[in-house]
């Protein structure tokens, strides 16, 4: 089954971090990354520009609306995604736990709705 691994964190911790901080985060995720590519888990993974860059689009009585930034303002961003194939729950949310975002973020575990054709 497969499921998504939403990466939520404060923009402005990245934001504030040194040069030194973000090599370090980027290693971090790298070395996640390879690890899940290796166990065969991984179906795919980015990680996303800040909410500055974001535009909501809305459509109503047949127009589109669009609005600069996220749909609604929280404490963390939506920051990045893993899209993992996983036996079970329980092994997704294992993968979702050594996501490095997890120790200062939140990671949201979905599972991905599979249609009947």
Do not use: C, W
């Amino acid at each position: 089954m497969q499921y998504l691994l939403l990466i939520y964190r404060n923009e402005a911790d990245l934001a504030h971090a040194n040069p030194e901080e973000r090599k370090k985060i980027s290693a971090e995720y790298g070395a996640y990354t390879q690890s899940i590519i290796q166990s065969g888990h991984f179906k795919a993974g980015d990680g996303l520009q800040p909410t500055s860059t974001a535009t909501t689009v809305r459509v109503r009585d047949g127009k589109m609306l669009t609005t600069d930034g996220p749909f609604a303002e929280t404490r963390e961003q939506l920051a990045g995604y893993y899209l993992v194939d996983a036996k079970d729950l329980d092994t997704a949310l294992g993968l979702a736990a050594r996501i490095p975002g997890a120790k200062t973020g939140s990671i949201e575990v979905r599972p991905v709705m599979i249609y009947d054709n």
